[in-house]
C-alpha cells in the first residue's frame, strides 16, 4: 500500500524547476507533502482532498489526479532552502492512517 | 500552526533496558496520534496508530509486546521500547490529528522527532 515516488532523487541548480510525483494502486482520499531535512523531524507542506484540485505556497504547488491515482509536487524557481527529502503521504479514507513513500531527494546546488 | 512536543530529542541507553518516549499535543486535542520509526535515509513508517483511551493498534510486524503505546490522555501518548537492543536504534516520531476538523483533512502535526542509540 505504500505509494511509490519518482524521482529517487533530483539535482538542481539554483532556479531550476521540479516536479516530484507520488503514485498509488488504490484509490486515494488525500496527499500530504512534507519535506525532511537531514536529523529533523518532516515539515508539512500541503494537503491536497480528493477532487482534483490544485493548491499552491509561494513556488511550491502540487495537483491530485484522482484518476490517476497519482499527485505531483512542483518546485519552481528553486532555492537553496528546498533541498531536502520530499516525502509524500497518501490516506485511502478519512480518518484513516497516513502511509508515507519512500522519499525523493532533492539537492539544490548554487 | 500546532505544536506537538516530544521528548527526549536523543536518548542512548544500554541494551536490555526499556526507554519511554512522550509525545504532547501543547495546543489542541488529539484523539489520535500515530508513531513512526525511520531508519537513516529510509522512508517514515508507521508503527501504530493510538486513539485517547483504548488500546493502539500496530501495523503489521510491529511487535506490540516491544513497543508499548499508552494514549492516557487527549494530550499525551508514550511509547516504550521494551528491552531494546541495537537494532531499535533508531528515529521514531510521533505525529497528532485534532478532531473533528482534522478528521476531515486529516492533517498532522509532527513532533520533533526521538533519536534512540541503543548500545
Known amino acids: 500500500q505504500q505509494p511509490v515516488q519518482s524521482p529517487q532523487a533530483v539535482i538542481l541548480r539554483e532556479g531550476e524547476d521540479a516536479v516530484i510525483n507520488c503514485s498509488s494502486s488504490?484509490?486515494?482520499?488525500?496527499v500530504h507533502w512534507y519535506r525532511q531535512k537531514h536529523g529533523e523531524a518532516p515539515v508539512f507542506l500541503m494537503i491536497?482532498?480528493?477532487?482534483?484540485e490544485q493548491k499552491g505556497h509561494e513556488k511550491i504547488s502540487a495537483s491530485f489526479n484522482e484518476k490517476k491515482q497519482q499527485s505531483s509536487l512542483y518546485l519552481t524557481a528553486s532555492q537553496l532552502s528546498y533541498s531536502g527529502t520530499y516525502f509524500c503521504?497518501?490516506?485511502?479514507?478519512?480518518?484513516?492512517?497516513?502511509?508515507f513513500g519512500q522519499g525523493t531527494e532533492l539537492s539544490v546546488k548554487p | 500552526g500546532a505544536v506537538v512536543s516530544q521528548h527526549p530529542s536523543w536518548v542512548i541507553c544500554k541494551s536490555g533496558t526499556s526507554v519511554k518516549i512522550e509525545c504532547r499535543s501543547l495546543?489542541?486535542?488529539?484523539?489520535?496520534m500515530f508513531w513512526y520509526r525511520q531508519f537513516p535515509k529510509q522512508s517514515l513508517m508507521l508503527m501504530a496508530t493510538?486513539?485517547?483511551?483504548?488500546?493502539?493498534?500496530?501495523e503489521q510486524g510491529v511487535e506490540k509486546d516491544k513497543f508499548l503505546i499508552n494514549h492516557a490522555s487527549l494530550t499525551l501518548s508514550t511509547l516504550t521500547v521494551t528491552s531494546a537492543h541495537p537494532e531499535d536504534s533508531s528515529f521514531y516520531i510521533c505525529?497528532?490529528?485534532?478532531?473533528?476538523?482534522?478528521?476531515?483533512?486529516?492533517?498532522?502535526?509532527f513532533g520533533e522527532g526521538s533519536r534512540l542509540t541503543v548500545l
Open positions: 491536497l482532498l480528493k477532487g482534483g
Open positions: 493510538s486513539n485517547e483511551g483504548s488500546k493502539a493498534t500496530y
Open positions: 505525529s497528532a490529528r485534532a478532531g473533528p476538523a482534522g478528521l476531515v483533512t486529516g492533517e498532522l502535526f
Open positions: 503521504g497518501t490516506s485511502y479514507n478519512q480518518g484513516g492512517k497516513l502511509i
Open positions: 495546543d489542541f486535542q488529539a484523539t489520535t
Open positions: 488504490k484509490a486515494l482520499y488525500s
